[in-house]
């Protein structure tokens, strides 16, 4: 669909449909693989990061189909746009919702050592620095062994070969994600068919997967030309609107997590969701398609997300969790950001 070929209504109605029908898609694949990975004897930290991946999948494919039309703002903005969003909403927004979101100060240490590192990473890519190669070799030092810890079980945890403090701190921090996790992914796996079965789930999920690529990339189209019809920048259509339209699954689990006590799940799915963006959604398509010219809006989107990462994570370890006023600054600071972009 090109800009005149359809009426403004006729977008925005595309745009409502192809958003219902991306994040319908994408809460299937959630549970779908919930329940694959917990007959496959999958942690629980695992498989909060593969709900993370199955969320991620509509601003995943959003970016990588920009990048791929040469529409590097757009493509780069739904990536990091969708982690300073995650942040206002999935932190910001819980705790406003839920009253307080409490975690202690290994969980944060755990989750933010990762996410700041990758965020870092990420605006090194998008200023200059490190080409997107580089970027995804060294954004991988952490999350690879991070990801590789969450999917063993707890004794082969307490036998890692690091110094005993820290392994102490990891084993705690990704213990105390996995007990808030349990409870939810128990919920998930009883969802749907009574007497489900893996042949049918995983076959539900490679349907779910289609339908979330399909529905992303026209909704990355209609979004695009609409926001060509109104004179948006391709930064604020990439990182205000399609950011937070794709970023929807992701914060009702947060809010859900939150309102139930589970604040080391709730930092966990913020953290995860936004270390896969970076990785999956920003570096490696990156690597293989190009980042493009470096323009100077791509680069504010990175560099609030560098910086409202390091806001949310020094109070999230400062005071042990996010009362309702900090996640109120949370908020307010990602309305600056809107203005900025």
């Known amino acids: 669909m090109t800009v005149g070929a359809a009426s403004t209504p006729t977008l925005l109605l595309g745009v409502a449909a192809w958003t219902v029908l991306s ?3 994408s809460a299937v694949l959630i549970v779908r693989l919930e329940r694959l990975g917990a007959r496959l004897g999958v942690t629980e930290a695992a498989l909060g990061m593969l709900a993370a991946l199955a969320a991620d999948a509509p601003e995943i494919t959003s970016a990588v189909t920009a990048l791929s039309r040469g529409q590097h703002d757009v493509g780069v903005g739904v990536v990091l746009g969708s982690n300073v969003f995650n942040l206002a909403a999935l932190l910001g927004l819980s705790a406003v919702v839920a009253g307080r979101v409490v975690f202690d100060r290994r969980v944060v240490v755990v989750d933010g050592v990762v996410g700041g590192w990758l965020a870092m990473v990420c605006l090194a890519v998008v200023i200059g620095p490190l080409s997107p190669a580089t970027g995804l070799l060294v954004g991988s030092v952490l999350f690879v062994p991070y990801v590789v810890v969450s999917g063993m079980q707890a004794q082969a945890r307490a036998r890692l070969r690091i110094p005993q403090r820290v392994r102490g701190v990891l084993v705690a921090g990704v213990r105390q ?3 808030d996790l349990s409870r939810a992914e128990h919920d998930l796996v009883e ?11 995983a076959v539900h ?6 339908v979330v690529v399909f529905a992303s990339v026209q909704m990355e189209h209609t979004v695009t030309d609409l926001g060509d019809r109104w004179g948006l920048s391709p930064a604020f259509v990439g990182a205000v ?12 689990a947060a809010v859900y997590l939150a309102r139930r006590g589970r604040g080391a799940a709730t930092l966990s799915e913020a953290m995860n969701s936004n270390n896969i963006n970076a990785l999956v959604g920003f570096l490696l398509p990156a690597t293989v398609i190009g980042v493009g010219a470096r323009s100077v809006l791509s680069q504010t989107v990175a560099i609030w997300y560098v910086g409202l990462t390091a806001v ?15 996640g109120l600054l949370i908020i307010l600071l990602y309305a600056v950001f809107v203005t900025r972009v």
Do not use: K, M, Q, Y
């Open 312 to 326: 949310s994570l020094v109070i999230a370890f400062w005071l042990r969790g996010i009362p309702r006023t900090a």
């Open 205 to 210: 999920a490679v349907v779910a997967v289609v």
């Open 241 to 252: 609107v399609l950011a937070a339209i794709t970023s929807l699954p992701n914060a009702v």
């Open 23 to 25: 994040l319908a898609a």
């Open 191 to 201: 969802v749907g068919d009574a007497h489900p079965g893996p042949t049918r789930d």
């Open 177 to 179: 994600t996995e007990r």
